[in-house]
């Protein structure tokens, strides 16, 4: 895999991000030491997240009536130093 210093990456970016997403990976180094990868998106090891799923513990839970209202009194206390 190609490699390139962190001044030559700052000085070429545009050019080196075009040639990462035609599919030429390379990593950026900094003192010798390699950093990071850039590569294309649809080249990347990550999973890709799962999609959300609506409704998935329906009937499993309930909100209650004053659920708006819980703790109220409390949190006043809190606010008004009683």
């Known amino acids: 895999m ?5 001044h030559e990456a700052k000085t070429h970016l545009s050019r080196l991000v075009e040639e ?3 599919g030429e990976s ?7 030491k390699p950093m990071v990868r850039v590569t ?3 080249q990347s090891d990550a999973p890709r997240p ?4 609506l409704g998935l513990l329906e009937g499993q839970c309930s909100v209650p009536d004053d ?8 949190i006043a206390d809190l606010f008004e130093g009683a």
């Open 2 to 6: 190609r490699q390139v210093n962190m």
């Open 20 to 22: 990462a997403a035609a």
């Open 26 to 32: 390379f990593l950026i180094c900094k003192a010798g």
């Open 40 to 42: 294309s998106i649809d």
């Open 50 to 53: 799962l999609p959300r799923r």
């Open 67 to 74: 659920f708006d209202r819980f703790g109220s009194e409390a």
